[in-house]
Antibody, heavy 122, light 112 residues
Framework: DVQLLESGGGLVQPGGSLRLSCAAS????????MTWVRQAPGKGLEWVSS????????YYRDSVKGRFTISRDNSKNTLYLQMNSLRAEDTAVYYC???????????????WGQGTRVTVSS | DIVMTQSPLSLSVTPGEPASISCRSS???????????LDWYLQKPGQSPQLLIY???NRASGVPDRFSGSGSGTDFTLKISRVEAEDVGVYYC?????????FGPGTRVDIK
């Protein structure tokens, strides 16, 4: 079974940093695009960033560009999100999710982790 | 950015009755593959989102056949043929055609 387990969330002051991790198992990690999606308290879902299977292509929403860095270690089956210069509006539950990005392979964000909570507050 | 809208934003349904949610995108969602790049997700209370429908009309593995997706271009619909108590939660449409991937605001479904 596919498992995605996020960790690294917590309380941080504005301007601070956190690194989130997502440990994956049950599938060929390096073959899948990995994604971070967040959900602010009481709000809807918001795509944050994605990274290709090789790690060679990364994508970010404008509001996190230059502050967040997505990366992956395929030898450890782990996805990361380095979050710097955190703002109150980054407060959310962060989910990792996976999808197939190869040609004619897309079948939705078919696996999600349980989420890790990030709170940015003084 | 592609803007996704949904209607209604909330829905109260009697068990056994049908339900329908509409999703509209600000840009047409057909991909060069011929598929419409539109997914539906359900977030049950206290849980992570789960995939229901991908590429407009394909049910994800394990999703009951009472769920169906249809539509093309900019207008899409999720239908539940007979709502069950376990279907409560917030339903989101999402376009994975181009980054930033964008979700609709969500439709909250509860049981009468």
């Amino acid at each position: 079974d596919v498992q995605l387990l996020e960790s690294g969330g917590g309380l941080v002051q504005p301007g601070g940093s956190l690194r989130l991790s997502c440990a994956a198992s049950g599938f060929t990690f390096s073959s899948y695009v990995m994604t971070w999606v967040r959900q602010a308290p009481g709000k809807g879902l918001e795509w944050v960033s994605s990274i290709s299977g090789s790690g060679g292509a990364t994508y970010y929403r404008d509001s996190v560009k230059g502050r967040f860095t997505i990366s992956r270690d395929n030898s450890k089956n782990t996805l990361y999100l380095q979050m710097n210069s955190l703002r109150a509006e980054d407060t959310a539950v962060y989910y990792c999710a996976t999808y197939c990005g190869a040609d004619n392979c897309y079948s939705g964000f078919d696996s999600w982790g349980q989420g890790t909570r990030v709170t940015v507050s003084s | 950015d592609i803007v996704m809208t949904q209607s209604p934003l909330s829905l109260s349904v009697t068990p056994g009755e049908p339900a329908s949610i509409s999703c509209r995108s600000s840009q047409s969602l057909p991909h060069s593959s011929g598929y419409n790049y539109l997914d539906w997700y359900l977030q049950k209370p206290g849980q992570s989102p789960q995939l229901l429908i991908y590429l407009g009309s394909n049910r994800a593995s394990g999703v009951p056949d009472r769920f169906s997706g249809s539509g093309s271009g900019t207008d899409f619909t999720l239908k539940i043929s007979r709502v069950e108590a376990e279907d409560v939660g917030v339903y989101y449409c999402m376009q994975p055609l181009q980054t930033p991937f964008t979700f609709g605001p969500g439709t909250r479904v509860d049981i009468k």
